[in-house]
């Protein structure tokens, strides 16, 4: 399967080096947002809560873009055929495109909480190292595992764009509450308190039993 | 076997036997439902009635005992636009685990050597169907799978991927065609398809298409 799942990988970081239709799209939403919630709450800092909150809805959205265009390659252009000619493990697609969301939520979020960080956030960003990354880690796999799973759903209908906000926010909300909660300590006003155990063990929670559904399910999401 | 699409019978109840090395030519007009049939052939569709049994494999449940075994030219190219041919050769010959040679012998046979590089949106028709074939047969099939194979191909390229797709290839091939005398000549069987009903399973010499595009 590490063959199939390379391959794939390769041929979808190829694709967007030439089209540049996720990444930059999802950066550009988020510090769209940024700027919107500037001028929406009339605020030149935030801390806390309110910035953990602002952080994560922006985050949450962005990944809309990046699920919507997950499988769109493969669906107009004959991917699925093709690779289900193949002989490899059907799941192979679904490792190799979550890893895929995965890096492109990473990326995105190194650009975007850097401009975060800039336009909006009180706290220097630094204050929360390193356990913003660790957080950021556990909700992109949650957030890939999932987009994975709705983004294969959604390309086989005709109403793509709304299926996958409609499915994958009510799915993600637990990863906004626990990211959040998990952000705010890190974002406090005077210095970083502590990391919540307890919320990276619900995100980390989430992402092995959601993890286990897209194992058990992703197949007959392929089939006719 | 029988498929459906909702309401409509795409297939109904067709029955046929190819032996393994021949050719089976199928004929009918749009909507005869001869891409369902291939589709069902190439393990991507379920019939919802009967069986069907490639190279010894009861579909679809066998279906991954003879995939890298068949190889299917479909109506689209099923190639990414963005990437060049070589790219897209190399992404199935990964998934396929064929070596790299052999799509530079392929990209040659073709004449699209100095080519392989441009990406194929910027190719032409013929150009992508030669690029298509060279994916269909990059890892060696025993069973081919041909839809329109030689559409958009000047005299020259389809004497150049004969000997690919051809009878040549010693493939079991099922083959859609819209050239009623090209295919019939190639066949050792015809299959004509009508409303998705078999209306005519014989051999090319005793084959009575005259009710089939009516």
Redesign the interface.
Known sequence: MT??V??LL??DL??EL??RESVPAMVLFSVSTFVLFRFALDRERLEGDLAAGVLWVTLLFASVLGINRLFV?ERE???F????????DRTAMFVAKALLLFGFLSAVELVAVSVYSVLLLGPSPFQAFPGLPLVLALANAGVAVVGTLVGALAVQTRARDLIVPLLALPLLLPIVIAGAEATAPLLAEGGAEALPGRWLAILGLYDVVFGLIAYAVFDFLL?? | MTRRYGERLALDGVTLSLPAGSTLAVLGANGAGKTTLLRILATLLRPHAGAARVLGAALPEEGWRVRGRIGLLAHDPLLYSELSARENLRFHARLHGVAAARIEALLEEVGLGARGDEPVRTLSRGLTQRVAICRAVLHAPEVLLLDEPYANLDPAAVAAVAPLIGRASGATRVVISHDVEGGLAEADLVLGLRGGRAEVLAPPASADLSGLYR
Request: glycine share 8%; net charge positive; no cysteine.
């Open positions: 063959r199939a390379a391959a390769r041929k190829q694709l030439r089209t390659t252009q004959g991917g055929d093709a690779f289900l000619l193949a002989p490899v089939e006719d």
